[in-house]
Nanobody
């Protein structure tokens, strides 16, 4: 069993901050790639950020400079620090963990945590 659980979501006003966490449990030796996704209400899921074992990161263009993804391998946890939040950041945020260097071969998902940014 491999399980991912997100936490840290909530409601904030424009300009506020949230820090999301995603912790994996089960038979995990190393997460090759941590990824955060989000799904705005009524919209399709979209990529937000990812981070490799070497610390290389990618971000959705609108969140660059505002969001920071990080990882703590000792805790099998990934984080998403979100600053200067905007209403368009509202949505259900998911994390995924790729346990294989062949991305997508062994990917696990959390159930998501809600983020609501009020005007």
């Amino acid at each position: 069993q491999v399980q991912l659980v997100e936490s840290g979501g909530g409601s904030v006003q424009v300009g506020g901050s949230l820090r999301l966490s995603c912790t994996a449990s089960g038979r995990i030796f190393r997460v090759a790639l941590w990824t955060w996704y989000r799904q705005p209400p009524g919209k399709a899921r979209e990529f937000v950020a990812d981070i490799t074992t070497g610390g290389l990161t990618n971000y959705l263009e609108p969140v660059k400079g505002r969001f920071t993804i990080s990882r703590d391998d000792a805790k099998d946890t990934a984080y998403l620090q979100m600053d200067n939040l905007k209403p368009e950041d509202t949505g259900l945020y998911y994390c995924s963990a790729d346990l294989s260097p062949n991305i997508g071969e062994m990917r696990y998902w959390g159930n998501g945590t809600l983020v609501n940014v009020s005007p």
